[in-house]
């Protein structure tokens, strides 16, 4: 069976959401981070998941997070980078996929996480993504349109992205070396030379970064019930 570890950073301030601690904002009486955590849990092959949280809360974590004990609790760092190495170095040799989930995408589905985990079983590192509908414009400092990029070329990236163990590591190691922080990690696998390939993500795993998210993923969960 394959051995998969989830990766969720969750350190960040939630500034965006009025200073509040996004991951304990609530969808629907749970959680933002248990919501994103609990389809990762659903799965006999995930082994671990660690969470980097903010110091204060990893010293002091939610009492739902004790109750599997597949779930360990990692502080983060200053940048969402920072998180992802910590909770990384938190992951045990033996985990052959590494999955980075972000804690603001509370309605993945089961099926795009097995998309992804498939592609990192053959040995590809994927990420979850969607075709871009709008058409897109590069600006300059002055707000002057400078082009039109073909948006079939065009997909706007989601979470998870999924990874063979080893490359992840390897990448997070030499940009330490290097002095790199990044907030997209398959960038930075991309960046070491190994292949990223997409694979098809859903419109309803939004990222929740304002209230007017929230409003609307609590409408698509009434949907699904």
Not at 43 to 58: G, K, N, Q, T
Not at 130 to 142: F, L, S, W
Not at 204 to 216: F, G, H, M, W
């Amino acid at each position: 069976m394959r051995q998969i570890a989830v990766v969720i950073p969750a350190g960040g301030a939630g500034l965006r959401m009025g200073g509040v601690s996004k991951p304990l904002l609530e969808l629907a009486g749970r959680s933002l981070l248990e919501r994103s955590v609990r389809p990762f849990l659903d799965r006999d092959d995930v082994r671990w998941v660690i969470i980097a949280l903010p110091p204060e809360l990893a010293a002091a974590p939610p009492h739902w997070l004790m109750s599997d004990r597949r779930i360990d609790v990692v502080a983060g760092g200053a940048e969402r980078g920072d998180s992802v190495r910590n909770a990384l170095a938190a992951v045990p040799m033996e985990a052959d996929i590494v999955l980075v989930h972000d804690a603001a995408r509370p309605l993945v589905s089961a099926e795009v996480i097995e998309r992804c985990v498939a592609a990192a079983a053959g040995g590809i590192s994927a990420i979850a993504a969607i075709p871009v509908v709008d058409t897109i414009k590069e600006v300059d400092e002055g707000g002057r349109v400078t082009a039109t990029p073909d948006r079939r070329t065009l997909w706007a990236a989601q979470t998870p992205q999924a990874f063979p163990a080893e490359v992840l590591r390897n990448a997070h190691a030499r940009a330490s070396a290097d002095g790199i922080s990044t907030t997209d990690d398959a960038a930075l696998v991309a960046r070491y030379g190994c292949k990223v390939i997409v694979v098809e993500g859903a419109p309803e795993n939004l990222k929740i970064t304002s209230p007017a998210d929230l409003a609307v993923a609590e409408m698509l969960l009434r949907n699904r019930k």
